[in-house]
């Protein structure tokens, strides 16, 4: 078990991005770096990133470079949307999820990060979310 938002977390996804040939197929011809930060974490605030360039895709940790997108939650929200408790729509509506940056480039990226669902499905299994 690996715990969720850890640095062996953020290795367990890099890894099962890095070879995942749905995301590379998703991600021709874009390019968007997306940050993710969550607050008040236990071990404080966690920033790690999904990088997307000419077909590559890497997650890992820090914000991207370029950061073109980057979404702010509680540790709270990022674990009950983990989980499934908490809708991310929802989180999104009621401000729970803040978004910052190019709107119509996360848009373009939809169907990278709908395959990134799979990815996460993969290590969520293995995922300690402390709950």
């Not at 930060?37 to 605030?45: E, F, R």
């Given at each position: 078990m690996?715990?969720?938002?850890?640095?062996?977390?953020?290795?367990?996804?890099?890894?099962v991005?890095?070879?995942d040939?749905?995301?590379k197929?998703?991600?021709?011809?874009?390019?968007?770096?997306?940050?993710q930060?969550?607050?008040?974490?236990?071990?404080?605030?966690?920033?790690?990133h999904?990088?997307?360039?000419a077909?590559e895709?890497?997650?890992g940790?820090?914000?991207?470079d370029?950061?073109?997108?980057?979404?702010?939650?509680?540790?709270?929200?990022a674990v009950?949307?983990?989980?499934?408790?908490?809708?991310?729509?929802?989180?999104?509506?009621?401000?729970?999820i803040?978004?910052?940056?190019?709107r119509?480039?996360?848009?373009?990226a939809?169907?990278?990060?709908?395959?990134?669902?799979?990815v996460?499905?993969?290590?969520?299994?293995?995922?300690d979310?402390g709950?």
């Amino acid at each position: 078990m690996v715990k969720y938002l850890s640095l062996d977390w953020i290795d367990s996804l890099s890894t099962v991005v890095a070879a995942d040939d749905n995301l590379k197929q998703h991600a021709a011809g874009l390019n968007v770096g997306i940050t993710q930060v969550v607050t008040d974490c236990p071990d404080g605030t966690v920033t790690y990133h999904l990088q997307v360039r000419a077909g590559e895709v890497a997650f890992g940790v820090g914000p991207a470079d370029p950061e073109h997108v980057r979404f702010e939650q509680s540790w709270d929200t990022a674990v009950g949307v983990a989980t499934g408790t908490i809708n991310a729509q929802n989180a999104f509506i009621s401000g729970q999820i803040r978004l910052y940056g190019d709107r119509m480039l996360l848009l373009e990226a939809q169907g990278v990060l709908g395959a990134l669902n799979g990815v996460f499905d993969q290590v969520r299994a293995d995922t300690d979310y402390g709950v």
